[in-house]
């Protein structure tokens, strides 16, 4: 109703003051003072002014002009404050939206992360418990070699102690040294067992190793019977792991390589690297008697000794020697060679990252 009263007062102003004057305190009768009918007042109180001052009514059109002005300036103060709350809702609204996607991507990465620690924990435990079957698998094959091994040197050293009291006197001598001969076989069997414990008891100490450094020292450690074979080898990289641990995988390589390769007129040792994904492969090559493929598994294992090598010294601990230590280095270790046409040995060995 207000609102035609106010059209009407706009009209007649110009044509009859007194009457708009009429119509405009009217609709500022009807008008409430409630907040939504401030912009009403504010021109009810603007259109009575000017119908006064039309009328020669200063002093009271100039009342209601700055009554009008007030009303108007709350009103504007209102509408910022509630633009102000508008665009403080919507930077809110914005903020909640980007911290709702920021929530959104860190559960999305956590699960994702999640998913990579159980993946990578079901690996570790399905390596973990590979090596603990291959650890198993080793005992046993170890309590098999050690009773074989040990009930051969027994039995001759109890047939030839039971034969010293048939014997006549003359040939007591011959069964006596015998016996002796195969207690010191037990005897070197069981040292040899004693120093392989005692070196995989103690706990590794890694750092960054210089392998063609360690290469030359177990080169060196072999002393004399290494001159006479010809060593060709390439530059090799450093690693992480055990100083000692890896002089002693070469050494045991470059051992066999060296004491399996007598009787050749030209005896050669070759190693050479090279890099296949995340591992450094060293290959220690012999031109040797070799072995027969198909037992290439047995090689390391403990007290293992092919037909092969039965003409040569040793108790079979070498190879189980560098087994045990390039699977603590997390790497691994393979044989490759054939009978008559030499051997190869790969040793694979994390990259040292940057």
């Known amino acids: 109703m207000t609102d035609p009263l106010l059209n009407l007062a706009d009209l007649e102003l110009k044509h009859d003051p007194l009457l708009s004057l009429h119509y405009a305190q009217e609709a500022l009768g009807l008008i409430s003072g409630e907040i939504v009918h401030e912009e009403r007042r504010a021109r009810a109180l603007r259109l009575a002014g000017q119908a006064h001052a039309a009328l020669g009514d200063y002093q009271q059109a100039y009342t209601l002009a700055e009554e009008a002005r007030a009303h108007q300036e709350r009103l504007d103060k209102r509408l910022e404050q509630q633009r102000l709350e508008v665009a403080f809702a919507e930077l809110e609204y914005d903020r909640a939206q980007a911290v709702a996607d920021l929530q959104r991507e860190a559960l999305r990465e956590a699960r994702a992360e999640v998913a990579d620690l159980q993946t990578h924990l079901e690996a570790r435990v399905a390596q973990r418990t590979q090596e603990l079957q291959a650890a198993n698998e080793e005992l046993g094959s170890f309590a098999r070699s050690l009773s074989h091994y040990l009930r051969t040197p027994m039995q001759i050293a109890m047939g030839h102690a039971a034969l010293l009291e048939v014997v006549p006197p003359a040939a007591q001598a011959v069964h006596a040294g015998a016996t002796v001969d195969a207690i010191g076989r037990m005897s070197d069997i069981l040292d040899g067992l004693l120093r392989y414990a005692e070196r995989h008891a103690r706990p590794l100490a890694p750092q960054a190793v210089d392998l063609q450094e360690v290469l030359g020292l177990a080169w060196r450690d072999l002393g004399e019977p290494a001159q006479a074979v010809q060593l060709d080898a390439q530059p090799l990289p450093r690693v992480w792991g055990d100083p000692t641990a890896l002089r002693l995988v070469f050494g ?12 050749r007129a030209e005896r050669r040792i070759q190693v050479q690297v090279s890099t296949v994904q995340d591992m450094h492969v060293i290959a220690v090559r012999d031109n040797g008697i070799g072995f027969d493929p198909a037992a290439a598994p047995q090689l390391f294992q403990v007290f293992s000794r092919l037909p092969e090598a039965q003409s040569f010294e040793g108790l079979g601990l070498g ?7 390039v699977i603590a280095h997390d790497g691994h270790v393979r044989a490759e060679g054939h009978p008559g046409q030499g051997a ?6 994390p990259v040292m990252s940057a």
């Not at 045991?252 to 009787?263: E, I, P």
């Not at 190879?319 to 230590?325: E, F, N, P, S, T």
């Open 252 to 263: 045991n390589l470059l051992h066999n390589a060296v004491k399996y390769t007598a009787g």
């Open 319 to 325: 190879l189980a020697d560098v087994w045990r230590v």
């Open 344 to 349: 190869s040995f790969f040793v694979s060995l």
